[in-house]
């Protein structure tokens, strides 16, 4: 929210400062979102903990490095993955409603996780227990989302027009989720909340382990984004006129689908379905940046991206207590009227 | 004159739908030259942006080819294409928040490394673009601030920026005022002289287009195209395969084009200029003869007719 303040005082400013600002904004947020939790810890404490390693407590040490942190890393980077695949999504279907998502990614991995937890006690067959390990839950999500991608690649291989693509994306995504619907409604009750909570999304619960093939696997889908920022500028006119241009649309298409498989569908495997960042990070960054140029869009969505999930990550942690909120409530909850205000304020249709 | 640039040979075109070949023209000759600018005229749904198309190097011809500094076009990368060829397009899409400079600067993608950094050189053509253009005071404005007519104009200046020797322009007056439209043909013309481009503009202005353009290519349905000085074209009749009903033809001396039915006779002496002007008011009242000569005098403007005079052409008419 900062942002718009910086934005409205610095109007002739130079995106490199305005990208600085992000930068210490991502810090703040980091800081804010490590030190609130169940016990309130100061940044200044988490600060001399890390560079001097004396920490007042044996037990905060615990807290921070081997709770908070993971999580915090996490929502880093479901941050930078999730805004950078929706900004992909929108540049290239030239639509403003396009997210990461729209190419079935998120009912896909549902799927995986679906069949992992309901599919059990829906058929009668011996359930996990309700305890399922982590891994489990990463793997089958991956499965289930690389599972609807291929189809979709497929259909992506067939159909020369983006609009097509976009509208398959959409209907794989729904027809998917209607196989959820009915494996929840055959499914015990019990099955049926773990796989409801999980559809609600959590930062938290990843170990190191996990976090470092999440970083990986983000690393390298975001390689074909800075390999393509050429071509992401050249459509903003559209396909027609990329490919006058010298740009190979077809080319771009797979390089999209594979960065937006690798971001999106690592992102929701392990922390499940996180909404409205996708779609309205790359909003603010553009009225922030007052740019269409991707060299400056992409730098600046990630980094919106993860200072705003980390923010909502810190208004889900109820005060005072062990309790947080489920990410992809608050995301919403947190997000969206940002962003309508922001879209009431502004010809937002014009700047898209 | 130069070279020719684009040169098409027996060229047949259509689309594929299933196993069926769709022919949409035949057997099409053309050339387009160094430094020339051509207009490509023909009806709605003829086959023009088919044409453009395989010009483009976007459809492969069934049969003929379409040859690029002698080179066929089928043959050229996208990348050595954008560098030969450039294009001003009908779609509306920009992006509100981009800035004239900016949309300019796209022409160089072709040209930069794959970060898309510009140098030295790039910032020259585009500054150069922008001139020749004649709007170096937009730079930093944004596209959706601009009028429509501006708006054209950075699109020939991208186009332009891109550094190709061939430019193809799909209706770029379509939806201006008249102003613009004269201007917008202008400054092409100007560009193809000044900068020994090739400039092929689809266009429905008729009038503008004999004013400006080196060429006409006329396509018409079901026959050859039509390959010519406008002006010969004109003295020959062929402009008239434009308008193939019985009702309309292009005047020769008016040099615009006229209803047939309008070969009224109304006895008018005066002024030149003014007769051809009283007879068309006559006409569009739907008068087909008057049985007396009418006399037009200039300074002031009076029309005489059976001995009654009248200051304007509506109280004339009213008084009949």
Redesign the interface.
């Known amino acids: 929210m900062s942002c718009i303040f910086i934005n409205n005082s610095m109007k002739k400013s130079s995106p490199i400062l305005l990208l600085s600002a992000a930068l210490i904004l991502l810090l703040f947020s980091f800081l804010l979102n490590v030190s609130l939790g169940s016990v309130t810890i100061s940044p200044g404490d988490i600060l001399s903990g890390i560079f001097t390693g004396d920490w007042t407590k044996a037990s905060r040490e615990q807290i921070i490095l081997n709770y908070r942190f993971p999580k915090a890393l996490v929502a880093i980077l479901a941050g930078i993955g999730l805004s950078i695949s929706g900004l992909q999504m929108q540049t290239f279907f030239r639509n403003p409603l396009a997210g990461p998502f729209v190419l079935g990614i998120s009912s896909g991995a549902g799927l995986g996780v679906a069949i992992l937890m309901l599919a059990g006690s829906a058929f009668g067959l011996a359930t996990f227990g309700g305890a399922i390990n982590p891994w489990a839950i990463a793997i089958a999500g991956t499965l289930g989302a690389s599972l609807v991608l291929l189809t979709v690649s497929l259909a992506a291989w067939k159909v020369k027009d983006s609009m097509t693509l976009l509208i398959v994306g959409l209907m794989f995504g729904s027809a998917v989720s209607a196989i959820i619907s009915v494996l929840s409604y055959f499914s015990g009750a019990e099955a049926l909340k773990l796989f409801t909570i999980w559809s609600m999304g959590s930062l938290g619960g990843l170990v190191w382990d996990q976090v470092w093939v999440l970083g990986l696997v983000i690393t390298i889908g975001i390689i074909p984004v800075i390999a393509s920022v050429k071509s992401y500028n050249g459509m903003l006119l559209g396909e027609s006129y990329a490919k006058s241009m010298g740009i190979n649309p077809d080319r771009l298409r797979w390089l999209m689908i594979l960065s937006t498989g690798l971001l999106a569908g690592s992102i929701t495997a392990f922390c499940g379905p996180i909404a409205f960042i996708g779609i309205a990070v790359p909003h603010l960054a553009r009225m922030v940046w007052k740019t269409s140029d991707h060299r400056i869009l992409f730098p600046a969505t990630a980094l919106i991206g993860a200072s705003l999930l980390l923010l909502c990550d810190a208004v889900g942690q109820l005060p005072g207590s062990a309790q947080t909120l489920p990410i992809n409530a608050v995301t919403s909850l947190v997000g969206a009227p940002i962003v309508i205000s922001l879209v009431l304020r502004k010809n937002f249709s014009k700047e898209f | 004159m130069g070279k020719a640039s684009i040169i098409g040979t027996n060229l047949t075109i259509g689309y594929t739908k299933g196993k069926v070949q769709k022919e949409i023209l035949t057997g099409l000759d053309f050339e387009l030259l160094e430094g020339e600018m051509c207009c490509l005229l023909g009806p709605n749904g003829v086959g023009k942006s088919t044409l453009v198309k395989a010009i ?1 190097g ?1 459809l492969k011809p069934f049969k003929g080819e379409v040859l690029l500094r002698g080179k066929s076009i089928n043959t050229y ?7 030969e ?3 001003v ?1 009908t ?1 509306p ?6 800035t004239v400079g ?1 949309l300019v600067a ?2 160089r ?2 040209h ?1 490394s ?3 950094k510009l140098e030295d050189t790039d910032r020259e053509v585009i500054q150069n673009a922008l001139s020749a253009t004649k709007i170096e005071y937009l730079r930093d404005e944004r596209l ?1 601030e601009i009028s429509d007519g501006q708006r054209q104009k950075a699109l020939i200046a991208r186009a332009l920026a ?1 550094d190709g020797k061939v430019m193809v322009l799909d209706e770029p007056t379509a939806h201006l005022d008249l102003v613009n439209r004269y201007e917008i043909m202008h400054l092409l013309r100007e560009i193809s002289k000044s900068q020994g481009k090739s400039i092929l503009v689809v266009t429905h202005d008729l009038e503008i287009a004999l004013e400006t353009a080196d060429r006409f290519w006329l396509l018409n349905c079901g026959m050859p195209l039509i390959s010519g000085l406008p002006e010969d074209l004109v003295i020959t009749g062929q402009i008239n395969q434009l308008l193939p009903g019985e009702n309309f033809r292009f005047s020769v001396e008016k040099g615009r084009i006229e209803s047939k039915i309008g070969s009224l006779k109304f006895d008018v002496s005066g002024p030149g200029e003014y007769t051809a002007w009283v007879s068309k008011a006559l006409e569009k009242a739907g008068i087909k003869e008057l049985p007396e000569p009418i006399e037009v005098s200039k300074d002031p403007f009076l029309v005489n007719y059976a001995g009654k005079e009248f200051l304007s052409l509506e109280e004339f008419i009213l008084a009949l």
Do not use: R
């Open positions: 483009l976007q990368s996208n990348e050595m294409l954008a560098k060829l450039s294009v397009l779609e899409f920009l992006p509100g928040n981009m900016q796209m022409g993608i072709p930069t794959w970060t898309g959706s891109q």
